[in-house]
């Protein structure tokens, strides 16, 4: 039976992914593939602790419209992945990076949607970079900025539109 991540846990300021247009009810984020639990915390103790992975048949489907894309982790250099850290299932991609790091962590994470464009019209550009065409091809991406105050690097990824 394939894993799929479960929840991902984020130490982050709650008030300001709200500001941002994630819906935080409960400290939870109900994403159609997985939850993100918030801990409320200040800004300069923002981090990602830890995801919890599932066996089951297929990814959960649930009423929001936004899914975890992918995660960015640094790896130590010369890391082979046989860790549950990344061998988190089908409907999440990592996008590793060698660095100079004893164990794999959680850096960023990066979000779909079905259009950029709609976050980037409500957010003023303090808090959302522009959307631009992405590496993987007919796709979008616009990173959230420092101005968000999110506390971790995030990314919102979509289709590109005609």
């Not at 939870?28 to 103790?45: R, T, Y």
Request: one cysteine or more; a negative charge.
């Amino acid at each position: 039976m394939p894993i799929f991540i479960s929840e991902l846990t984020i130490f982050a300021p709650i008030s300001n992914w709200e500001r941002c247009g994630f819906e935080v009810v409960d400290g939870v984020l109900e994403l159609s593939n997985a939850n993100v639990l918030f801990i409320d915390s200040k800004l300069e103790d923002s981090r990602i602790t830890r995801s919890r992975v599932v066996e089951r048949v297929s990814a959960v489907q649930v009423a929001s419209t936004v899914r975890l894309d992918h995660l960015m982790v640094h790896t130590p250099r010369g890391y082979v992945s046989t860790g549950p850290l990344l061998e988190l299932g089908s409907d999440v991609r990592i996008e590793s990076s060698e660095s100079d790091v004893e164990e794999p962590s959680i850096w960023g994470v990066a979000f779909w949607v079905s259009d950029v464009s709609m976050f980037t019209e409500i957010l003023d550009e303090s808090k959302l970079g522009k959307a631009k065409p992405a590496d993987q091809s007919n796709q979008m991406v616009s990173t959230f900025r420092s101005g968000a105050q999110l506390g971790i690097p995030c990314a919102l990824m979509s289709p590109a539109l005609a």
